[in-house]
């Protein structure tokens, strides 16, 4: 019987989709096993076999545990709200839901092609009204929250009032902004609900404020740092400016020490976590405040090292500092000014790598020395970023290299403070350990001493504190976009309010234009149904706004990372109309047991994801406080491309092996009409673009031979391999072994379409162990040790590879293996039974397909994984060599459980030692169990 692959995996993945084989329950005996993949935007170019190199890990990971009698909860969906989606419409005017609808039926009909064990029943979508409904939910929460620093918590801003109604703000410790003055019980009593209000916003967890945005006027709409490049707009080079706008943000910063803390527990890479170690950046220092002469107000610093305040010699401020405008002298005026406008050009990246142009200007004001009272000049430069610490820095040149670069270029003095070290010398050693000399009251000390004994006399003067800084910032929440989460919230008096939880969800509205209004509001300021009727509750026409009970609703959306902040909470119970999740759902499923997805969301996703769960964790929403015990970054796969030489100035393509030294242009031909020989189909070349449709090409023995190069696979090198084109070729269970054949998960690994006849030939091999030409010739025979041993080793192996996630080292196990007991003619149904239920998490349809085939009705999905027995590797007979004189003329294989005797006995009465004697006696046998027999005489 043929492996007729196509018909066997249509049959089976309708099968498991009838009979819901891979839907989790909430309520089981078993164990639970929640295993996740990072859910992707469904883009409309569809899935490569990059894309799926994730999610075959873990459905062979999830697959695994079922077998081993865990209820495994493994859902798929779509972080469906994106830029992609808004882009089409504004050029094609689709709605972006229509688009979203039919890239995730391709995506859905590819994802069902690969058989993977999804629980569909809990698939979901972030740009749907019924989950997005709980997004505002969380909103909500987060503005009706503040976090207590003393006792590291999330707590209600009702509880909040109640401090200030009784104590007012000077016990607190909160985390809140910068510029909150301090009032008394009686101060916030006498506050108007206005101002009561405009104080509270100052300590919620969700707020809106004036933040520094990189604005792209073109695009209508604010940027991140990485989409912006030179200065400029990644999408369309347009210019892009710093620009002050109101704007929601997200106090994650109040979460910073417990985000650092919390991953010392988990499980996930050591880069990983590096990479959110450093974001969070924690500093420890002091804040230094320096009077200002003639001025009324101080001059804060954040600084690591306050033992070197001896040496400060100038101030440097951010251009943005809010002081700038009122220290600023009549004559330095409009070179502030103009430096001022030129750094808002600038994104703060390009101001941190750019260390060669040294820019700055004097303000003409100056500070005095908190010790010696001396005056410190003021100037402006933009290495000092608005954003961190303060936004300026007291200016040591002999122990800050950028401070002794700008100390340099504009002639400012280099105080020496430590002893030995040369100012003028361009690089800087490490100081850390260096006595400081020369410096008043901490002469003499080791710079953490000293360090130490500046705080505390700072402290005295009041001039200064102890100050652990984060280089975290909150996270800016407003989008001017379309498609995204609307704002449960609508604004009375300029005051924001938020919209009763019952009466969610608030859905986007329709506009006719996706782009920006002619006024510069986003997109959703073309909606004409957008007003909040506080009565009847509900979104009402604009026309009937009249500020008493109906108001206008905030325009912005929210931004990319708000629905997966919080999705994997909402498998656990996906569905739930009345709360995100249930609280017997969450009790039960608690946690990702693994999490497997890309590193490159170390900065997003998941750091905002955990501070997400550690908030709803603090309220009481959720049992843990990390949400993902263990994470695996899968390596990305690289694509093959293909190059085809074009003689220059000319229309003639070269073959690979005659290009010479001959001048050509190399050029990315699409790798879909290449063969595995690597020669190109002429004819489909012609006809892939009308510029080469009238090619010629020089031929080696008739073929056009292309050039290979390993680069990353995507859409824009024209390497894409489509798993569909492989499922319909080999089917999926070879996409999937070969996937994982690759090389290790973790690691990036190049595709090569060549090297998967190895693996398909290696299942019709596994096929044949159970086919015959027509029929089942698995038999009741007792198997035998070699069969048995073959087996339990590779039970062995691939348990082991699969709990440590060495997936390519099991497929070429079950290669030995099949080898071996296809050597062995084993058709033993003791052995190939396991044997099915052992491949099935790599190859699950063929593996089902065997299953049925020997007898079985329910699915093997379910079936118990086959337990390892150490005896069946035991050697239980030895081969030993027969010498006659220590020659060895035959072998015979003997039990090893025979003593000296028995031995010699066996091998005397064998024909072959009659026949070597020839009728002689011998002198001596000498037998050494285990190792030889050796006849003498
Ligand atoms: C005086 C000093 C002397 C400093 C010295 C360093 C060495 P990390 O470790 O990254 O937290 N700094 C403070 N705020 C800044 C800002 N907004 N933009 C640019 N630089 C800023 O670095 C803290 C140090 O970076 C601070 O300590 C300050 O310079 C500078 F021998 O103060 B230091």
Request: with cysteine.
């Amino acid at each position: 019987m043929k492996y007729n692959f196509n018909e066997i995996e249509a049959k089976w993945q309708k099968y498991w989709a009838e009979n819901q084989t891979f839907k989790a329950e909430n309520q089981s005996d078993k164990p639970k096993f929640y295993v996740l993949d990072m859910f992707p935007y469904p883009s409309g170019a569809g899935l490569h076999v990059g894309h799926p190199l994730g999610y075959i890990a873990s459905d062979i990971y999830a697959r695994y545990k079922r077998h081993k009698g865990f209820n495994v909860l493994h859902p798929m969906g779509y972080d469906s709200f994106g830029l992609p989606a808004e882009q089409y419409a504004i050029q094609t005017g689709q709605h972006p839901a229509l688009t979203t609808e039919a890239n995730i039926s391709r995506y859905r009909e590819q994802l069902d092609q690969i058989g993977f064990s999804f629980d569909w029943s809990r698939e979901e979508r972030t740009s749907d009204p019924s989950f997005y409904k709980w997004t505002q939910w969380i909103f909500i929460q987060l503005f009706n929250s503040w976090y207590d620093k003393g006792a590291e918590k999330s707590r209600p801003v009702s509880e909040l009032v109640a401090i200030f109604e009784t104590k007012g703000n000077a016990e607190l410790v909160a985390a809140c902004d910068d510029d909150t003055p301090g009032f008394t019980a009686e101060g916030w009593n006498a506050m108007n609900a206005e101002e009561q209000e405009q104080m509270l916003l100052k300590y919620r967890l969700t707020y809106l404020a004036d933040a520094e945005v990189n604005w792209c006027p073109a695009l209508g709409t604010v940027l991140a740092n990485d989409e912006i490049v030179n200065g400029v707009s990644e999408r369309g080079g347009h210019p892009v400016v710093r620009k002050k706008m109101t704007q929601w943000s997200m106090r994650i910063s109040a979460f910073a020490e417990r985000l650092l803390q919390g991953l010392e527990g988990l499980d996930w890479p050591e880069p990983l976590k590096d990479i959110q170690r450093n974001w969070i950046g924690k500093s420890v220092g002091a804040q230094v405040h320096f009077n200002i002469k003639d001025h009324e107000g101080q001059i804060s610093v954040f600084t690591t090292r306050p033992d070197t305040i001896f040496g400060v010699s100038f101030m440097t401020l951010a251009p943005e500092h809010d002081l700038v405008k009122k220290i600023t002298t009549n004559e330095q005026r409009e070179a502030v000014e103009a430096y001022v406008a030129a750094t808002a050009k600038r994104s703060e990246r390009e101001r941190m790598a750019d260390v060669k142009n040294i820019t700055g200007v004097f303000t003409g004001a100056y500070a005095l020395h908190p010790f010696t009272g001396e005056e410190i000049p003021v100037w402006i430069g933009d290495y000092v970023l608005a954003g961190y610490g303060t936004g300026a820095v007291m200016a040591v040149p002999c122990g800050d290299q950028r401070d002794h670069d700008f100390a340099r270029h504009f002639g400012l003095p280099i105080p020496n403070i430590f002893e030995g070290v040369d100012t003028t010398e361009e690089a800087f050693a490490d100081k850390e350990n260096t006595v400081i000399a020369n410096s008043d009251f901490i002469s003499g000390m080791p710079y953490k001493e000293a360090s130490a004994a500046v705080i505390a006399a700072l402290e005295e003067k009041g001039q200064g504190e102890g100050k652990i800084n984060y280089r975290l910032r909150d996270a800016v929440f407003s989008r001017q976009r379309y498609w995204g989460e609307p704002f449960p919230v609508y604004y009375v008096n300029g005051l924001p309010k938020m919209i009763d939880p019952e009466h969610l969800p608030i859905a986007l509205p329709e506009v006719e234009k996706y782009l920006p209004t002619e006024t510069g509001e986003p997109p959703l300021g073309n909606a004409a149904v957008w007003a909040w009727d506080t009565t009847a509750n509900t979104v009402v026409d604009n026309s009937l706004i009249d500020h008493k009970t109906v108001f206008p609703l905030e325009l912005n959306t929210m931004p990319g990372w708000a629905g997966s902040s919080w999705y994997f909470n909402r498998y656990m119970d996906a569905g739930n109309a009345d709360a995100f999740a249930s609280q017997e759902a969450l009790a039960y499923w608690k946690d990702v047991d693994l999490y497997i997805g890309g590193s490159e969301h170390a900065t997003g996703h998941l750091l905002y994801s955990r501070f997400w769960q550690k908030f709803l964790f603090d309220l009481g929403h959720l049992p843990v406080d990390e949400y993902a015990k263990k994470l695996i970054n899968q390596g990305m796969i690289l694509g093959t491309s293909a190059f085809v030489y074009r003689l220059e100035n000319s229309n003639t393509f070269v073959s690979k092996n005659l290009v010479g030294d001959r001048a050509v242009q190399a050029i990315h031909a699409d790798v879909s009409m290449v063969n595995a020989s690597d020669e190109l189909d002429v004819e489909a070349f012609k006809l892939w673009r009308p510029e080469f449709a009238d090619a010629e090409f020089e031929m080696e023995d008739g073929k056009y031979v292309v050039g290979r190069e390993v680069e990353k696979m995507s859409k824009s090198k024209y390497n894409v391999v489509n798993p569909d084109d492989i499922c319909q070729e080999y089917g999926a269970d070879t996409l999937r072994m070969y996937e994982m054949f690759l090389g290790p998960l973790e690691q990036a690994k190049p595709w090569n379409t060549a090297g998967i006849t190895g693996v398909h030939n290696f299942l019709k091999k596994l096929w044949k162990l159970y086919f015959g030409k027509e029929e089942l010739i698995v038999t009741d025979e007792q198997p035998s040790a070699e069969s048995l041993k073959s087996l339990h080793k590779t039970i062995k192996k691939v348990e082991e590879d699969i709990e440590n996630f060495s997936f390519n080292t099991s497929v070429s196990t079950f290669m030995i293996c099949v080898n071996e007991l296809t050597a062995q003619k084993c058709h033993s149904r003791a052995i190939l039974e396991p044997l099915a239920v052992l491949m099935s998490p790599y190859a699950p349809h063929i593996a089902e397909e065997l299953w049925h085939k020997l007898g079985h009705d329910t699915s093997v999905a379910h079936a118990a994984f086959p337990v390892f027995e150490e005896k069946y590797l035991v050697e239980s007979t030895k081969t030993y060599p027969i010498s006659f004189n220590g020659k060895m003329r035959f072998t015979m294989e003997l039990s090893l459980d025979l003593n000296k005797e028995e031995i010699e006995k066996v091998v005397m009465a064998d024909e072959r030692t009659q026949d070597q004697l020839g009728g002689r006696t011998p002198k001596k046998v000498i037998v050494v169990p285990g190792k030889i027999v050796n006849i003498v005489g």
